[in-house]
Each structure stands twice: as structure tokens, then as C-alpha cells.
Nanobody
């Protein structure tokens, strides 16, 4: 199994950037689709971005398109989320998730392994 560990969260001013990282141990990393989800206080966890096993296919929720970029490096067992032009409404705990299929999904229920989350706070 792939066990994810997130890092890179923090406090940033609106308009700034952060790069989240997800380190995932396990021999099946390179054949696992991965995704970033986020959960703001009082809200449900929701899909942010996903990437297939090879990195050739990615997808984003509408409100981060053009601002966030998901990528992965299978040689290093790493996944990343570059977040630019951050807004206060991006404030949330961001989670890395994996599933043992080639294609990513936008649904929480489809992921089997989750990290503990990394907190992102954007102030205006």
C-alpha cells in the first residue's frame, strides 16, 4: 500500500504561492492514481486536483483551474501541488490521497490511502 505524507502548508498572503508535496512510500506508487483534496472548517472534504499513474492526465475543480498545477515524479515517489494566486477561500487542510488504479477519481470514497493533511491559511 501507498502511505502518503503531506508537507508544504503554511501561512501566506493573498496573491502568494505555496507548493505542497506528498511523499508516498510503497512499491505500488508508480501504478497508483493520486489526488489532492481539501477540507475547510465546517465543510466537507472536496476534490481539488487529480493525476493518473503516469502523469499524462490531470484534472482540476473549476475554482482552481489556471491557478493550481498538480504533478508527480514517480522516480522519487512524490506528488506536488503548485498553488499560485492564492485566495482566502483557499484556506483549508489539504490532503493527499492515492488509489490503486491507473485513473484518478474526483470522489473521496474512491481513495484508499490518505495522509494526515497539511494546513494552508491565506490571509488578505
Amino acid at each position: 500500500q501507498v502511505q502518503p505524507v503531506e508537507s508544504g502548508g503554511g501561512l501566506v498572503q493573498a496573491g502568494g504561492s505555496l507548493r505542497l508535496s506528498c511523499a508516498a512510500s510503497g512499491r505500488t506508487f508508480s501504478i497508483s492514481a493520486m489526488a489532492w483534496f481539501r477540507q475547510a472548517p465546517g465543510k466537507e472534504r472536496g476534490f481539488v486536483a487529480g493525476i493518473n499513474w503516469s502523469g499524462s492526465s490531470t484534472g482540476y475543480v473549476d475554482f482552481v483551474k489556471g491557478r493550481f498545477t498538480i504533478s508527480r515524479d514517480n522516480a522519487k515517489n512524490m506528488m506536488y501541488l503548485q498553488m499560485n494566486s492564492l485566495k482566502p477561500e483557499d484556506t483549508a487542510v489539504y490532503y493527499c490521497a492515492t488509489r490503486l488504479t491507473p485513473a484518478y477519481s474526483t470522489f473521496v470514497r474512491d481513495y484508499t490511502n490518505w495522509g494526515q493533511g497539511t494546513e494552508v491559511t491565506v490571509f488578505s
